[in-house]
Nanobody, 127 residues
Framework: QVHLVESGGGLVQAGDSLRLSCADSGRALSSYIMGWFRQAPGKGREIVAAVSRSGLNTHYGDSVNGRFTIVRDDADNTVTLQMINLKPEDTAVYYC????????????????????WGQGTQVTVSA
């Protein structure tokens, strides 16, 4: 059973940077595609970033492309989301997710392709 735990959220100002981490203390994450999603108040959940099992392929949501970077470290069993130039509209609960996937080079933006979810971490960006 995959048990994902996110960390690194908090309150920052616009223009600041923040790094989120996702880890599983038990099962190795190398067998899974990994993604970060977010949900703002009153809105649906949206893709932020995804990385393939190989780590070579990534996908980013349009609103974060160029500002956020997803990196997986299978040696440490972690996935990080580096966020720079944060904006108030980035305020949301951020969720880490893992999905079973045979294709090592596929990074999915689809929620239904992720089978395990963390509890979420709050990111608040003040103007």
């Amino acid at each position: 059973q995959v048990h994902l735990v996110e960390s690194g959220g908090g309150l920052v100002q616009a223009g600041d940077s923040l790094r989120l981490s996702c880890a599983d203390s038990g099962r190795a994450l190398s067998s899974y595609i990994m993604g970060w999603f977010r949900q703002a108040p009153g809105k649906g959940r949206e893709i932020v970033a995804a990385v393939s099992r190989s780590g070579l392929n990534t996908h980013y949501g349009d609103s974060v492309n160029g500002r956020f970077t997803i990196v997986r470290d299978d040696a440490d069993n972690t996935v990080t989301l580096q966020m720079i130039n944060l904006k108030p509209e980035d305020t949301a609960v951020y969720y880490c997710a893992a999905g079973r996937q045979i294709n090592r080079y596929y990074a999915s933006a689809r929620e239904d392709e992720y089978h395990y979810w963390g509890q979420g971490t709050q990111v608040t960006v003040s103007a």
